[in-house]
């Protein structure tokens, strides 16, 4: 399927247009490297491996990824807790200061991905309607929006918290159809969620473009094809060192 030109664009957030999951790893061995001297006989390197086992396994189920989704400090807590459990130490207080301080190292080391805000101006001013559809809490989500000044870039915002569904729910979809008053196929979700992204965009029919920011590729055993697969959304087209390029490429 070649790459048609859209009426509308569709945006994820999280490491899409800024990162999230991409300064998860570095800032959970950040805090463990803190965290492991206070503890009498553990290693960072340990503690760090036991809470990414404990996060795989939690975020493995749907309904877990989503209460994770709208309850993130509940859920770190909790998950540190499950990693101390399991190395058998009993510090209620010390796992809640280590998950409050992810938290905090995390939102610190999250930024806008280079080339997004370039990207999203030339979108705006070439006046195609844009929206951004994310998944999580209104409050932690609107920071980030705030934060990196992304409100003028589009006509509507749709968080799942303030929905009441997230993606890859097709009610989500549906709705910036209608808000956009646009047709699937004039439209084009972006964003780096296979499953939640891509899957549920496709469902009703809009072109979508996987960003795969990790280079890792699309196994042949994915259940899920996106229409288009890039590495970041500067390669859509935008305007880069002061050079205009087109935003349209036909595969």
Sequence with gaps: MGLQQPKAILFDLDDTIATWDAVAEQSWLDVCLRFAPRIS?????RLYT?????RTWYMSDKERHRYMRLNLEAYRKEMVGLAFARLGIKAPELA???AALYGVEREKSA???PGAIETLTY???SNFRLALVTNGTSIVQRKKIEKYGLSPFFDFIFIEEELGFGKPDERVFLRALEKLNVSPPEVWMVGDDLERDIDGAKKVGIFGIWVDWRGAGLLESSPVKPDRVIRAISELGCFHSGVSRNPVRTD
């Design 41 to 45: 006989g553990l290693e960072a390197e």
């Design 123 to 125: 979108f705006r001013k």
């Design 96 to 98: 809640n200061e280590l």
């Design 50 to 54: 036991t809470i990414s086992a404990v």
């Design 111 to 113: 930024s806008v991905l």
